[in-house]
């Protein structure tokens, strides 16, 4: 079989564990090098292979490469940036075969949420229209754990894990000063439609009174008297109330509790703020001294507090997406599949883009307990398996060792394309 060149993308909000998967491409590449020549990565994403900004990833070392696995961020630069359908944008498309071609790169990696698999289809599917042998694979990743067909979205596990964390030595702190000081305090999360994370908090108590008191999920509608009786439910019986929110919390009609009224370059609604929101609720309407905190990039940054699980699906959906490419599989997506639950199994199976592209994954209603205010012992089921393990990185000086890449350019060969 003749060699063909690599291309490797990352797209959207990094994760803690995505340079796992960029380390599970590079290194199945290498080990296939009969078929796949050199590796080139996209500088900041999709928009690294249209103005051919191209990064040579054979001039890393192999400990370098190796690295990335211990490495939060996204090492070649991500992107916020999709591309819209092809009939209208078909110049866009057009632009990345021949990028592709010039470079001889007949295997696209393109590694991200939703919207990039929509991309990696798109793009798949204008290859084959125009003639060009390109092998598309898409590389599951999201913070928010909203991919359909896989059991779970590598990324979310660490963040599950930082999130149950975070919530429970929080907790412990408002506990010890509640008798003289803060009564309620709220932690907002990530999760723009579906409330995963916000169910990973749950994970930090399970008996009566223990905290989180209140999980708020995008899935259940917001009733703010609701809310703010159980809040002074809490506090009259335990002392103080913690609360776990996600950004996304909306009320009955669809509107956000906090809505910047901006969109992002993937077309979605920018939030945040939902946690001063909602604590400056409590003060009207309780009264009660509050505290609140914003995990923002916290979460999804902080590898030093790895699920093991999470590194190891990150890596191995990595290295299974060159295998599905060798094995001449297009428009697919490794996907995990749970196996059993006890104890706890999972291996990788292909999916295809279509089943993918522009759907979500919402907590199903058997996962958030019947009064709407936290999960249910079957969410806990499936969520507790993804936080196992610690996979802590090497430390130098008293701080997490990180992979520092060259970052070298692929010499140009065509004109410059305005985006």
């Known amino acids: 079989m003749a060699q063909h060149n690599a291309?490797?993308?990352?797209?959207?909000?990094?994760?803690?564990v995505i340079n796992a998967s960029a380390c599970g491409v590079i290194e199945a590449c290498k080990r296939h090098s009969d078929r796949i020549g050199k590796v080139y990565a996209g500088h900041n994403g999709i928009i690294g292979a249209l103005t051919e900004d191209l990064?040579?990833?054979s001039q890393e070392s192999d400990e370098t490469i190796s690295a990335l696995r211990h490495t939060p961020g996204g090492a070649f630069g991500s992107c916020r940036y999709k591309l819209k359908d092809i009939e209208t944008h078909r110049t866009q498309y057009e632009r990345l075969i021949e990028v592709f071609r010039a470079h001889d790169i007949r295997y696209f990696f393109?590694?991200?949420?939703?919207?990039?698999a929509d991309t990696c289809l798109k793009v798949s599917q204008l290859s084959e229209k125009l003639g060009y042998p390109l092998t598309a694979i898409h590389v599951p990743?999201?913070?928010?754990?909203?991919?359909?067909?896989?059991?779970?979205?590598?990324?979310?596990?660490?963040?599950?894990?930082?999130?149950?964390?975070?919530?429970?030595e929080a907790s412990l702190d408002i506990a010890s000063m509640c008798a003289t000081s803060t009564k309620v305090f709220v932690l907002e999360v990530m999760g723009r439609h579906a409330g995963w994370i916000a169910a990973a908090g749950a994970l930090a108590g399970n008996g009566e009174g223990e905290p989180p008191h209140l999980v708020i999920f995008p899935e259940v509608a917001f009733d703010r008297a609701r809310v703010m009786a159980r809040v002074e439910e809490a506090v009259q019986k335990y002392g103080y109330c913690v609360i776990v929110v996600s950004e996304g919390a909306r009320y009955e009609d669809g509107t956000f509790l906090a809505d910047s009224g901006n969109t992002d370059a993937f077309g979605h609604r920018q939030l945040g703020g939902v946690a001063p929101t909602l604590a400056g609720m409590v003060k009207q309407d309780l009264g009660y001294k509050y505290h609140w905190a914003v995990a923002d990039y916290l979460q999804r940054a902080a590898r030093h507090l790895a699920s093991r699980t999470d590194v190891e699906q990150a890596y191995a959906v990595g290295q299974k997406a060159v295998e599905l490419a060798i094995e001449g599989k297009n428009s697919m997506m490794p996907a995990i599949k749970r196996v059993s639950e006890t104890p706890y199994e999972w291996r990788i199976e292909a999916a295809p883009l279509a089943d993918v592209a522009n759907r979500e994954k919402f907590m199903p209603a058997e996962y958030i307990r019947e009064d709407g205010f936290g999960i249910t012992a079957a969410c806990r089921q499936y969520l507790l398996p993804l936080i196992q393990g610690e996979d802590y990185p090497p430390y130098?000086?008293?701080?997490?060792?990180v992979a520092r890449l060259k970052l070298a350019k692929v010499e140009r060969k065509l004109a410059e394309f305005k985006l």
């Open 110 to 116: 393109y590694n991200g949420g939703g919207d990039s």
């Open 396 to 401: 130098e000086n008293g701080l997490p060792k």
């Open 7 to 16: 291309f490797y993308a990352q797209s959207g909000g990094v994760t803690a």
């Open 141 to 168: 990743k999201t913070v928010d754990n909203d991919l359909p067909i896989t059991d779970n979205s590598p990324g979310f596990g660490s963040v599950a894990k930082y999130i149950a964390t975070s919530t429970l």
């Open 55 to 57: 990064i040579d990833v």
